[in-house]
């Protein structure tokens, strides 16, 4: 059984406080909660009809549950007294804990105190609304809310924000989704998101799961949770926060935890094969298709509607995303044509005109042909007219139809509305039951689509390892960075693809370094971090002349100078980067390298270790990589060196973890094929310990 059973499925509970413990009793028995509700309170005989008593030893059992609903003082000192009692578990709405660290010297030592009072006994928040359960009718909630009970055997979903707020507006949706349980994480002082999500998803009655994240609370925690929700086939959605530096400004100071770059953290949730949606519709859409479908085998679409400028919006809104409308086959297409005639141009999105419209053995017809295309997700564009000015008769015929083309060839179908005020809620549980899932909007049913195709694909493939985290935790005191020569050299050592170089102190002996390596060379400043944007480097020096003045030029820049002979045959540059984040430890950034590469902002985050798979697959999603194939005629990129090469600077860094601030190569030039990937360039920052 898990840890927090009692808490979300509780058979007694017992309430602590004024206005919101009534609250809560009250949402409990409109609820149909079938167990005890025991409020607790000084001076009051009875609190919302039931009969109250003073303190927790008072009570008539140590209750499963409870919402201590209190000032924060006094919610130190009944969590001590439940967890003395033996209770299952409780929800702190108080605040004034760690969130008010900024302004208050009191709530870090306050919120260690309700720690330790707590002891084994788990606690969500403080600073938290609390939970609701709709399949038991168990409310832990001090508000309203617009939720619905779950019907008995019936199945929903499963939703944990850090935001009460976005909680309570999630309830009041009008877009048919079923949600089984509603958990909002507080200040997380004990009980971490990732935990509570790990006991929901062991419900049989929660088919998927959304979290809204400001903040991971434990990478190893998340990690288990993606394991086990793979193992239980329930998907996993995530709505991040912190793309933008105002968010994380709103993150710090809202939950008092670190949220992390928001790079690494997509890449983590890439690497765990949780979705990540942006916007709460797409969250609520996702949350949707998945309770329904599940994830998607694949990411292939059709679309159906009987306009061309719906067909056209359909086709626009699947660039960028993790999903696509496939060209028909011949044979597929001539198929399709036979049931609408030869005025109709048949595509994929598929504009069936109106001349089939409310013609239902005919639109049946069309609808089995299209879908018997084998896709992975087939969606009907319907808006349905205003119920209170128009009649929806016609609309049926079109869903009969359609329904019946899904049942034909057993495949997954949606209802989209291109506006989602046009698809009634009072439909959608229809929809559901017939098989149809309702997805409001067109963007967010494509949002919704990705995610579901997103998860397919990830779990098809295998389960990755859990990242290294040694390098994680705060910056580590002041940062030395040695020059280019130095960190070269370090390189080299570790066995990796260094071009030849020598330091040089003066223009003579970069002449005769040059002489020694061989022209032509590059002649660099050294000390100098990011040369180009100085001048502090010159390239391709074919003679001894050059080298001088070059020399005599760039020795003012810098504290030296470096020779290097000149990498030949480049046919592409990548940056390989690696920062240490104080969540998740040393985070890999690969993309199109050079002068440009803010500019161009092509790029890849991954998390340590990488695989070479990884890599390559990383490689393969840059808009840079049709240059290492040979785009237009150009030599093909050595490829495998090149992979060979980002793997053996991750071993690196991963080697020297505890030591390595930052490392960064731009470019590692890589070579036509069978001649190599080269690191032309390396800024390399350590911490304290200095030992790589």
Excluded at 4 to 29: D, N, T, Y
Excluded at 244 to 273: I, N, P
Excluded at 276 to 302: C, M, N, Q
Aim: hydrophobic fraction near 45%; include cysteine.
């Amino acid at each position: 059984m898990h840890k927090l059973e009692r808490l979300l499925r509780p058979k007694s509970i017992a309430v602590f406080g004024g206005a919101q413990a009534a609250a809560v009793v009250a949402q409990s028995i409109k609820m149909g909660f079938a167990g005890e509700i025991w409020p607790v309170h000084p001076t009051k005989d009875e609190v919302a009809g039931r009969k109250a008593y003073r303190s927790v030893a008072d009570l008539p059992g140590a209750p499963d549950a409870a919402f201590v609903g209190v000032n924060r003082h006094l919610t130190i000192e009944v969590i001590k007294a439940l967890a003395e009692r033996g209770a299952g578990g409780a929800v702190c709405f108080a605040a004034g804990f760690l969130e008010t660290e900024a302004y208050d010297d009191d709530g870090e030592r306050l919120q260690a105190e309700l720690v330790g009072a707590a002891g084994s006994m788990p606690i969500i928040g403080p600073n938290c609304y609390g939970l609701i359960n709709y399949a038991d009718g168990a409310l832990l909630w001090p508000d309203q809310h617009g939720g619905i009970r779950l019907a008995e055997g019936g199945k929903g979903v499963a939703i944990i924000t850090q935001s009460s707020n976005i909680a309570i507006n999630m309830t009041m949706q009008r877009r048919g989704l079923p949600i089984a349980f509603l958990m909002t994480a507080g200040n997380q002082a004990q009980t971490g998101l990732s935990e509570m999500a790990l006991g929901l998803i062991e419900d049989e009655r929660v088919t998927s799961l959304g979290l809204h994240i400001e903040a991971f609370d434990s990478v190893a925690g998340f990690e288990r949770l993606a394991a086990r929700a793979r193992e239980l086939k329930k998907p996993i959605i995530a709505m991040k926060v912190g793309r933008s530096e105002q968010a994380r400004q709103a993150t710090v100071s809202h939950t008092a935890s670190l949220a992390g770059s928001d790079a690494a953290s997509g890449a983590f949730l890439r690497r765990l094969g949780i979705a990540r949606v942006d916007s709460i519709p797409a969250f609520i859409e996702a949350l949707k298709l998945l309770h329904i479908t599940g994830p998607l085998p694949g990411y292939r679409l059709s679309s159906m509607s009987c306009s061309g400028g719906e067909a056209s919006v359909m086709a626009d809104s699947a660039e960028g995303r993790w999903v696509n409308f496939p060209v028909l086959t011949d044979s597929h297409r001539a198929h399709v044509k036979s049931t609408l005639g030869p005025l109709v141009a048949v595509a994929n999105p598929l504009d069936y005109h109106t001349f089939i419209w409310n013609n239902e053995p005919a639109m049946t017809a069309t609808f089995t042909a299209m879908v018997s295309g084998g896709f992975d997700l087939n969606m009907l564009v319907l808006d349905f007219p205003r119920p209170d000015r128009c009649s929806v008769t016609d609309w049926w015929a079109t869903l009969r139809a359609f329904e019946s083309a899904l049942k034909t060839n057993k495949a997954h179908g949606a209802i989209v509305s291109s506006l989602p005020e046009n698809l009634p809620e009072e439909y959608t549980a229809e929809l559901m039951a017939r098989g149809m899932v309702p997805l409001f909007g067109i963007s967010e049913a494509m949002d919704a689509a990705g995610a579901a195709a997103f998860i397919g694909w990830a779990w098809a493939e295998p389960q990755a390892q859990p990242i290294d985290t040694s390098a994680a935790g705060a910056p580590r005191g002041d940062h030395v960075t040695p020059d280019e020569a130095e960190a070269k050299s370090r390189l080299i050592k570790a066995g990796l693809p260094v071009p030849k170089g020598e330091r040089a102190a003066n223009a003579v002996e970069a002449v005769i370094s040059s002489m020694a390596l061989g022209f032509p060379v590059a002649l660099k400043a050294l000390g100098v971090s990011h040369k180009s944007e100085v001048g502090a480097v010159r390239l391709n020096l074919r003679d001894a002349e050059s080298v001088s003045t070059a020399a005599h030029d760039l020795l003012p820049l810098g504290t030296g100078l470096y020779v290097e002979r000149m990498v030949r045959d480049g046919v592409a540059e990548l940056i390989v980067g690696f920062t240490r984040d104080p969540m998740f430890g040393a985070v890999m950034t690969l993309g199109t390298g050079g002068v440009l590469v803010e500019l161009l902002r092509d790029s890849v985050t991954l998390m340590l270790p990488a695989t070479r798979d990884d890599i390559e697959a990383a490689l393969r999603g840059l808009k840079l990589f049709p240059l290492l194939e040979g785009y237009r005629g150009r030599p093909k990129a050595d490829v495998a060196a090149a992979i060979d090469a980002i793997s053996g600077i991750a071993g690196f860094v991963q080697e020297n973890a505890g030591e390595i601030e930052e490392l960064d190569i731009n470019p590692l030039i890589v070579c036509a094929e069978g001649k190599g990937a080269w690191i032309a360039d390396a800024l390399l920052v350590l911490g304290e310990n200095k030992n790589v």
